[in-house]
């Protein structure tokens, strides 16, 4: 198999075999060359295209598995919306948002003690 920027290892779970993506690229490679096999999960497969592609955003690509799950297509519960972004800018913000958390962490494990001053 040829390579496109990650693994696909196969994984075994009593009678379920699952694929093991190790990266978007991979799976964008994947479900675009599957979907047009595929029956069953197939509008969930093009929804997931259309998210890694940055042609949807996560409010969008969310609504669409939440009716497949409505419609018994999708197992698992509904998902909550509220990812107005396209995953591009998804991305970034929560990464700037988790980096803007961690120093402010830092700055509070850096304090010194209650009732000592730092000299």
């Given amino acids: 198999m040829e390579s496109w920027g990650g693994a696909v290892y196969a994984e075994r779970r009593g009678?379920?075999?699952?694929?093991?993506?190790?990266?978007?690229?991979?799976?964008?490679?994947?479900?675009?060359h599957l979907a047009p096999a595929l029956r069953i999960k197939k509008a969930q497969?093009?929804?997931?295209?259309?998210?890694?592609?940055?042609?949807?955003?996560?409010?969008?690509?969310?609504?669409?598995?939440?009716?497949?799950?409505?419609?018994?297509?999708?197992?698992?519960?509904?998902?909550?919306?509220?990812q107005a972004w396209i995953r591009g800018i998804g991305i970034k913000t929560s990464r700037l948002s988790s980096m803007a958390k961690a120093r402010l962490v830092y700055r509070e494990?850096?304090?010194?003690?209650?009732?000592?001053?730092?000299r």
């Avoid at 009678?15 to 994947?30: A, D, K, Q, W």
């Avoid at 093009?46 to 999708?74: C, P, V, W």
């Avoid at 197992?75 to 909550?80: A, D, Q, S, V």
């Avoid at 494990?109 to 730092?118: A, D, M, V």
């Fill in 15 to 32: 009678h379920i075999n699952r694929l093991v993506f190790t990266s978007n690229e991979t799976i964008l490679h994947m479900l675009i």
């Fill in 45 to 82: 497969a093009e929804a997931a295209i259309g998210y890694l592609s940055d042609k949807l955003t996560g409010d969008e690509f969310l609504s669409i598995l939440n009716r497949e799950i409505d419609r018994q297509r999708g197992g698992g519960k509904r998902r909550p919306m509220g």
């Fill in 109 to 118: 494990t850096k304090k010194p003690p209650e009732g000592r001053e730092g």
